[in-house]
């Protein structure tokens, strides 16, 4: 299982610290108890168009001995593309902003690539709009939930959920997209029907599936 946490780095200090890169304590998604490192893998990521060969930690759970990937928030479960660039061509067309093919070409990535991830956060629109609604209601948020199930609708809860998320403790230095792959998981544009969660300390903020 892999497990996005909250890593605030650019991507050119994570790949430039190789496997010196340093990644908190992460507790085990099966038990709780808190992991060791374990070893890790390379993996690239593109961000302004040029690729980064960057060390992805691994940890181990000593109590129920699974292991687990640690990967950092600016990385996209699948994806090669940096969360701000995907998020920025989403948003971008979602807000009616721009069409996929200006802004897949202003932030230099293939045009059907692009296309893809705005077709695949359509497919999941419905589930993330009520999700990160849910959302902003566990972290005490009155919110007006709408019937708009549509990218537009899903991209309004998003940006309520990271409103809130980012009045606590260490997660307005992020931003807005790499909140969205840290509580999804690193699966915000993936054929996924697990609820977005939000982890403060210890404890996990866990909306219903919808």
Known sequence: MAIVWACPSSVDAYAAAGRGVEVPP???????AVMSPWSGYW???REAGRCHHLFVARGRCGTCECTHALIPAFCVRNRLDAAETIGAV??????GRSGVRPAA???EVPYTT???WVRSFARNAGRLATSFAALCVELGQDVAVTADRS???????????WEVASGLPGWLELGRWRFCSTVCGGSLIA???NSPYLVVGRRRFMPPVP
């Open 105 to 107: 070409k202003l932030l």
């Open 43 to 45: 993996r690239f990521v």
């Open 114 to 116: 692009a296309r893809g």
């Open 26 to 32: 992460a507790s085990c998604p099966t038990c709780t």
């Open 151 to 161: 990218a537009r609708g899903a991209l309004a809860a998003i940006d309520a959920a």
């Open 90 to 95: 989403i948003g971008a067309v979602a807000e």
């Open 191 to 193: 054929l996924n029907t």
